[in-house]
RNA sequence: GCGAAAGUGGCGGAAUGGCAGACGCGCGAGACUUAGGAUCUCGUGGCUCCGGCCGUGGGGGUUCGAGUCCCCCCUUUCGCACCA
């Protein structure tokens, strides 16, 4: 008798063996050489995680398997692929983390670190681990503090004092995306107005070019819509709108004059066309002209108003959107088109951040002005007239559709359109006006008064200014300092920390000061992805023949929680290396899909709901490839899917039947497939291929389980010949066990290292015979069978010789016939009685 | 309010304008076993007078034929939100 082969599939000592395997042999990882002499690079990115204390959770296996599936799909089909992984380490988060604990970051993070990497290789990723990088080993914020310095020495670097977001229970700026309806996003507190000393990057810089290239770059819509929202771009006009002299509602309607001084007022609209109908103006309460328009008997309300508007946080004053307040400043300025004196008035309904911080407002076609004119009883006039409406017609609200205009003077009956930029020529002849475009997008304010980041590399020195940090000087080291908690003064750690801030200046060596502040998470993870292949790598921060070879990436996969903050800054740094010539491409992704999330039984996981899934146990319990086949068969990729505990039962016995179909190899039968077995195999090989290369993962591993059902189909033994593709296709998904059947199916050296994709040759997948619908009426009435490529006329005697379909057509003629080949027959016959 | 996506069995989800519900969970019946995840076979949208009829959020339309295309409406989710 011979040996025993027959045994049962035990996921755990399947994976665990090739997971060393693999790591003896280096399957996945690159030497420097390999990685200079890649034949057909694909370089497959996921975002790196960020190492929390609770490990991985399931919407990062979630993302990293999709990514992982892809990757080893292009391995096999004899791409060279790059599959990196590296921790985001720094940030806040990770810093209140350590303050909760009462552990020191520098002790923490290292300890997470390692968690996490056990995970990782526990999940079967396909991950050179010669190639990660640790946003926080001074090896690599070194660079992150170089790319700060030539954005500074690019002229996109700026310091400036900015209202910015603080929070105060983080005690720290944060950026605009950073803030979530006025509150912060990490602790949800309310986040208050503050004005602080900031390093800014110009992005606004490239706001056309970042909404420009959208376009032609090939990712996730929903990616592109958010960023092209949150770039908002607005076309419209700035207007002028001359200050009027003290008594000037004495000289209405006298023309447009301006004072002595030539003061004005600047607005931004995109409704130029509505011009004639601004009966008034309203300043933002900080705007830098309300003292100078105010007159003396409004003085004390106007200050008022300031400071209350100054003293209430953002969120209650953008949430007051139910009652509009302002109080008028007692100036007057002069309506450009009507040469009439109209209020000045503030209010906090205009932001200072937007546009000039001046509106000219037009109740009759602006909700907002409409609301506020019917507050405080400010004339509403009618300029544009919509379908049925004449110039006199009343208001009920405010009109913001399309008509011609009305009480325009020579602009009367023109519609909207045109007349926004005829009356923008117009006043542009007189320098009252320009075309103009406007961004939402605000510049990048990247400093943080906290202690877990790279320290921003500059000097101060009271006699030669700001000045960046020499590049032969970095890293500017974070030192270990044993009291890092944030300040609510805004002063960081850092400026506690005298012996590390105390320097000598670059330029002249007197006494300076360095800067204190450390950088914004976000800054590290804008331009990782360039470092992956370069990481072996000290004496530069990415290789320039390393980076020819492998950027920008060919496929990147990541959740769309990122649209906005990484994947928006990781553009802009790219332009900026790109046009400063460190790069020769200057958009880093090609290719982005954003992947959906998880939910479990119908509910978000949280936390606080205790409805988390803990990824260790579910894979101590039914192995790596269940959990990742599982992941991946929940719902399309892109769409994300809801987690079932039960549901895990189907892929788990799908791979508990594979390996039972194939494994007492012995027992395989010799031979040919079985010819309805093989055209099945032939389309599932093409549907595989098909899918797989989409992220449409779902429906792949449905036919994969189609296909072996029917070679399991009643019982039936399977041949060698039907399963060994089968492994193949399956090997995306479940890695340690498809390369333990290969093995035992008698390969040696490895499935990844010397295997290839099945081909799929259409001749096999053809069928001889194919089923017909026959309809009548377009109503299915019965199938028949013929040779495949029969004629119509074929098909219609087959169908007319069947007793479903006579009963239909004794009674009626036959007035048309719909012939699809190989499909479909619709015998059209008229109505009866 | 603006923008985007989506509404299909008990559930997750499939369907180049051409047989709605693939695949899986769950459930029902049976078989073989009975120590772990068992495995196998058959069935499983609703109604039915067993001829069929009705079914993809609702209402119209285009078409020989609509889950799919067009118009209107409802609901849900996710962004953004006094952005001038």
């Not at 000045?344 to 932001?351: E, K, N, Q, R, S």
């Not at 997008?441 to 943080?448: T, Y």
């Amino acid at each position: 008798m011979a040996e025993k082969t027959t045994t049962a599939y035990a996921p755990a000592a399947v994976e665990s063996k090739w997971q060393r395997r693999w790591e003896q042999r280096g399957t996945n990882l690159f030497t420097d050489q390999a990685l200079r002499d890649p034949r057909d690079p694909f370089y497959n990115l996921m975002m790196y995680p960020y190492p929390s204390a609770e490990g991985l959770h399931v919407g990062n296996i979630y993302a990293f398997t999709g990514a992982d599936v892809h990757g080893r799909y292009w391995r096999l089909r004899g791409k060279t692929v790059f599959e990196p992984i590296g921790f985001d380490a720094f940030g806040i988060h990770s810093e209140n983390y350590a303050l909760k604990l009462g552990v020191h970051p520098l002790d923490l993070i290292p300890r997470n670190i390692a968690n996490f990497t056990r995970q990782l290789r526990r999940i079967g990723g396909m991950f050179d681990w010669n190639h990660t990088v640790d946003t926080t080993d001074p090896l690599y914020y070194k660079w992150t503090q170089w790319i700060f310095v030539q954005l500074y020495k690019g002229g996109l670097a700026e310091r400036k004092k900015a209202p910015v977001n603080w929070c105060p229970s983080c005690k720290t700026v944060l950026a605009n995306e950073q803030v979530i309806a006025g509150r912060c996003e990490r602790c949800e507190t309310v986040v208050e107005l503050r004005y602080i000393e900031q390093w800014f990057f110009k992005i606004t810089q490239y706001a056309q070019q970042l909404l420009d290239n959208l376009q032609h770059i090939d990712w996730s819509e929903s990616t592109k819509r958010l960023q092209e929202n949150w770039i908002g771009r607005s076309e419209g006009a700035d207007l002028v709108f001359p200050l009027a002299d003290p008594g000037a509602r004495a000289a209405a309607g006298s023309g447009v004059r301006f004072n002595a001084d030539r003061e004005a007022l600047r607005v931004f609209t995109t409704r130029p066309d509505t011009i004639f109908g601004a009966t008034y103006m309203v300043l933002a309460p900080e705007h830098p002209l309300v003292d100078r328009v105010t007159s003396p008997e409004h003085r004390s309300e106007v200050e008022a108003y300031r400071l209350q508007a100054q003293q209430t946080d953002l969120v209650t004053r953008r949430k007051a959107e139910k009652q509009k307040t302002g109080v008028f400043t007692g100036g007057h300025c002069i309506n450009p088109a009507t040469g009439r004196a109209i209020p000045i008035w503030i209010a906090d309904y205009v932001l200072m951040e937007y546009g000039t911080g001046a509106i000219m407002a037009v109740p009759g076609h602006d909700e907002r002005d409409f609301e506020f004119a019917a507050e405080f009883g400010l004339p509403i006039v009618r300029v544009v007239a919509g379908p049925g409406d004449t110039a006199e017609s009343p208001f009920a609200a405010a009109y913001v559709g399309d008509g011609a205009l009305v009480h325009s003077g020579r602009f009367d009956g023109m519609a909207v359109e045109p007349a926004k930029r005829a009356i923008v020529d117009w006043l542009a002849e007189q320098e009252l006006a320009e075309h103009r475009v406007h961004y939402r997008l605000n510049d990048w304010c990247i400093s943080r008064q906290r202690y877990w980041g790279p320290p921003i590399p500059v000097i101060y020195c009271d006699a030669c200014g700001a000045l960046p940090v020499p590049e032969n000087q970095l890293p500017v080291e974070l030192p270990y300092v044993d009291d890092f908690r944030p300040h609510e003064s805004g002063v960081s750690p850092l400026a506690r920390v005298e012996g590390w801030y105390r320097t000598t200046c670059p330029e002249c060596g007197g006494e300076a000061r360095r800067e204190t502040d450390v950088s914004d998470t976000v800054l590290d993870s804008s331009w990782y992805f360039l470092r992956y292949p370069s990481a072996a790598k000290n004496d530069v921060p990415f290789d320039a023949d390393l980076t020819r070879t492998w950027l920008p990436v060919d496929s990147y996969i990541g959740g769309n929680e990122h649209a906005v903050l990484h994947l928006l800054y990781a553009r802009f740094i790219t332009m900026a290396l790109h046009d400063m010539g460190h790069l020769d491409f200057a958009e880093p992704f090609t290719k982005f899909r954003a992947h959906g999330l998880i939910i479990r039984e119908g509910a978000k996981m949280s936390k606080s709901r205790g409805n988390v899934i803990i990824p260790d146990e579910i894979i101590e319990r039914y192995g790596a490839d269940t959990f990742r086949l599982y992941l991946m068969f929940l719902g399309p990729f892109e769409q994300g899917g809801d987690y079932r505990d039960e549901g895990i039962q189907g892929p788990h016995g799908f791979l508990h039947r594979l390996w039972d179909t194939v494994m007492p190899v012995d027992q395989l039968e010799e031979g040919e497939p079985e010819p309805e077995i093989e055209r099945k195999l032939h389309t599932t090989i093409r549907q595989v291929t098909e899918q797989v290369a989409d992220l449409q993962y779902n429906t792949a591993i449905a036919a994969l389980m189609e296909y072996l059902n029917l070679v399991r189909a009643g019982g039936r033994r399977a041949r060698r010949s039907e399963v060994e593709s089968l492994v193949l296709l399956i090997a995306p998904f479940a890695p340690h066990l498809a390369e333990e059947l290969w093995e035992r199916l008698g390969h040696e050296g490895g499935l990844f290292e010397h295997a290839s994709w099945p081909a799929f040759d259409p001749d096999k997948a053809r069928h001889d015979t194919v089923e017909i619908a026959v309809q009548v009426n377009g109503k299915l009435r019965s199938v028949v069978s013929l040779p495949a490529g029969s004629s119509q006329d074929e098909v219609v005697r087959v169908a007319r010789a069947d007793d479903r379909i006579r009963r239909y057509l004794d009674e009626g003629s036959v007035r048309r016939i719909v012939f699809v080949p190989d499909r479909l027959l619709n015998v059209v016959v008229s109505e009866r009685g």
